[in-house]
């Protein structure tokens, strides 16, 4: 299951030593033989993008995709549950899921990272892999066309992850928003999401900036 592997890898930020794999990634895409003929071509033109483009350029690009905002971030339980309790009770069942099928992960990652996941899914046969991924083939699949519909390079790999899914899950990818929609990922939406709250004391309430004596 080394397809899950590769794409793992892929989705984590472009380092030069990940570059230099770019052969050999193609290489298992190809031998394995679990992506279908569009998704290979999509990842194939991936694989080719990351050669062939300058290191801060494929840098840029990929912070661009996944850390200008919420709407793709790689961390799938913030797309069910926000930062609320609930995400941190559902990485812990994950984790434990993890360890009960031999994977304690070292990484300082959290454990609804996208990659950390397609990791522990390399580890499994294709039917369990397909069970686990299909619990979350719907956030894959809308990840995906966020990104298709951005121009980002990318949503190859998201879409190549959705369809190693079963047959039918994913369908909500085709009701993401319309483009321009809810898009936080424009410098005016990442500014009103780091804005600073007003800080209130007692009945006085302080504008963010302000000077105090």
């Known amino acids: 299951m080394l397809t899950f592997r ?28 679990l992506l279908g003929p569009q998704q290979l071509n999509g990842v194939c033109a991936f694989l080719s993008y990351l050669r062939d483009t300058p290191q801060f350029d494929a840098e840029s690009t990929y912070l661009d995709a996944f850390d200008r905002g919420r709407s793709t971030s790689l961390y799938l339980f913030e797309h069910i549950h926000g930062e609320s309790r609930e995400r941190g009770q559902a990485m812990v069942k994950l984790l434990l899921r993890y360890r009960a099928h031999g994977l304690d992960p070292s990484t300082r990652e959290l454990p609804d990272y996208l990659p950390l996941f397609l990791e522990f ?26 990104l ?3 121009g980002a390079p990318h949503a ?22 319309p483009d321009g929609v809810d898009r936080d990922d ?12 007003p800080v209130v004391f007692n009945d006085a309430q302080v504008a963010p900036g302000a000077a105090t004596r």
Do not use: F
Request: charged share 25%; glycine share 6%.
């Open 148 to 150: 298709r519909r951005r």
């Open 186 to 197: 424009t410098p005016a939406a990442l500014d009103a999401a780091w804005e600073e709250a």
């Open 6 to 33: 590769v794409l793992s890898a892929l989705l984590s930020y472009p380092t030069p030593e990940l570059k230099a794999q770019v052969a050999e990634a193609e290489r298992i895409l190809r031998s394995e033989g």
């Open 121 to 146: 899914l390399s580890t499994r046969s294709p039917a369990e892999a397909a069970r686990h991924l299909a619990e979350v083939a719907d956030i894959v699949g809308v990840i995906g066309e966020r």
């Open 156 to 177: 190859a790999l998201l879409e190549a992850v959705a369809s190693l899914a079963p047959q039918g899950a994913g369908a909500a990818a085709s009701n993401v928003e």
